[in-house]
């Protein structure tokens, strides 16, 4: 098998390898790196449903990650999925009312950003050695309030590393910030931005091209890399359990061998769903990929138009994690839907920084054929979360409630009966308020912290170790700053001369 490469999707860097991918984060030009080809897999379906969750990980991850050894693989893969996810299945498929649950959240810090930022720091520090990187790498990252945690608990501690954490202030639930500013390790650092999730995004984005800071990063044996997933060591990873979902249906028998499956993922910035479309162009039999957005539905206004256009008012929902008006991984879609065409893909990128929108071409929207997009308001999230627990006792976090939401929608429009999965991205224990809250809105008057042990009173889902860790934990960081500042905050924490 020949290697494969990467290239940015704005044509300024080509034939890089995947260790070098994984370490730069995001390239030069700002572009993320894509695959030169995207690899068909060369087992079957039925093969791979007799592995075991770690050893598909590995059949899937190599045709991506060709310059690491089989031994290099395996043992980031088995240091990542082991006893600190509460479930032997590592990602468990539950059917509700028909309706098969991915749950991802079975990991350390109980959302599904786990099922990559897992494994992220085992494959950086592999790839460093690879590269010969003598520098301390500095992991910086914007989050809408889950990336964080799992980044910084990944990467706590981590010899050679250092990880620098933004998020919006007042833009995470209660839970999600206390969940960050508790986290140990001497080389995290997390600072509330006085703005919202797209003004943190841009702004780290916009550091990794800044020269003045490249060099003073140079000067002072740094380099940077990213945990968020423009990095192609956090997307691989979530193409993984697209395909054991898949073998677990195969396995109960709700599907036979072949058939063709729909998958539901409430989005926000796009790399979770773009991971299931990476999985269908390498042959996993899927119908169509149900694209579920909140009240801040610019991605429901692209399938339906074929105009992003970010020029809205943006809101705060009880989905934080999709509270995005720009989602980057849309770049790598439309690098694919524009047939690999850097040109195009720059043209677009440009219109979106300088007027906050694009339109795409009729033969780009046709690519769009592969999925469904749809939104749900709070109040239908609400009802979604109720519905669901009342009538078969499951709880559904906000954020997989939208993706209910959505689905049912689709089955309406469409009579689509295809056997679907839902991606369930989080805990309900990280969004108590809004979870209680839908079950009886008398419950508003606690606290996020006193509803913890409400929900398990009339859940008895067994309280998570990640929330009874926070419960007393100390509070180590504390620093707020405005997005002006975010550059100054960087050279400041590093102690940049």
Do not use: W
């Amino acid at each position: 098998m020949n290697p494969l490469r990467y290239k940015s999707t704005r044509g300024g860097e080509t034939n890089i390898t995947a260790s070098q991918a994984i370490i730069n984060g995001i390239c030069q030009d700002g572009g993320l790196y894509v695959p030169d080809q995207i690899p068909r897999i060369d087992i079957s379906l039925e093969a791979l449903s007799q592995l075991s969750y770690q050893d598909l990980a590995y059949e899937i991850m190599r045709l991506y990650l060709t310059d690491f050894s089989e031994e290099e693989l395996r043992d980031c893969i088995h240091k990542a999925y082991d006893y600190s996810f509460d479930t032997k299945d590592i990602a468990p498929v539950v059917e509700v009312e028909g309706i098969h649950f991915l749950e991802l959240f079975h990991g350390p810090t109980i959302a599904f950003k786990d099922m990559a930022l897992s494994l992220l720091p085992h494959l950086m520090t592999t790839a460093a050695k690879k590269q010969g990187v003598q520098k301390d790498i500095v992991i910086l990252t914007a989050t809408s309030g889950d990336t964080g945690k799992a980044a910084m608990a990944g990467f706590a501690d981590v010899e050679g590393t250092r990880i620098i954490v933004f998020y919006p202030k007042d833009g995470v639930s209660p839970i999600q910030e206390q969940q960050m500013v508790t986290q140990k390790g001497t080389n995290t650092s997390v600072v509330a931005v006085e703005g919202n999730f797209d003004d943190a995004q841009t702004s780290v984005k916009k550091l990794f091209t800044d020269k003045e800071l490249q060099e003073k990063m140079k000067k002072n044996e740094f380099r940077f890399s990213s945990a968020n997933s423009i990095n192609i060591g956090r997307l691989v990873p979530q193409i993984v359990y697209y395909f054991y979902t898949y073998s677990k249906l195969l396995n109960n028998k709700s599907i036979t061998n072949g058939e063709h499956i729909n998958i539901v993922v409430p989005t926000g910035n796009f790399g979770n769903i773009l991971a299931a479309y990476y999985a269908k162009c390498m042959g996993l039999p899927v119908h169509k990929l149900i694209c579920a957005s909140n009240d801040n539905k610019v991605l429901y206004d692209f399938m339906t138009t074929g105009i992003y256009n970010k020029n809205r008012d943006f809101i705060l929902t009880i989905t934080p994690s999709m509270d995005i008006l720009i989602s980057s991984n849309l770049e790598r879609l439309l690098y694919q839907l524009s047939g690999n065409s850097s040109e195009q893909v720059t043209t677009l990128m440009m219109a979106l920084a300088e007027k906050g929108a694009y339109k795409i071409s009729d033969e780009m929207r046709a690519g769009l054929g592969a999925f469904y997009g749809h939104y749900a308001s709070e109040e239908e999230t609400y009802f979604a979360i109720d519905e669901v627990y009342s009538k078969s006792n499951y709880l559904m976090d906000p954020h997989t409630a939208v993706g209910y939401s959505v689905y049912k929608k689709y089955r309406e429009r469409t009579k689509d009966t295809t056997t679907s999965i839902i991606a369930s991205t989080a805990s309900p224990y990280k969004f108590t308020r809004s979870v209680m809250n839908a079950l009886d809105e008398s419950n508003n008057k606690f606290s996020d912290f006193e509803l913890i042990q409400k929900m398990h009173d009339i859940s008895k889902i067994t309280i998570p170790k990640a929330i009874k860790d926070i419960l007393n934990a100390e509070i180590i960081h504390n620093t707020t700053c405005e997005v002006n500042k975010m550059k100054q905050t960087v050279i400041d924490i590093l102690n940049l001369s």
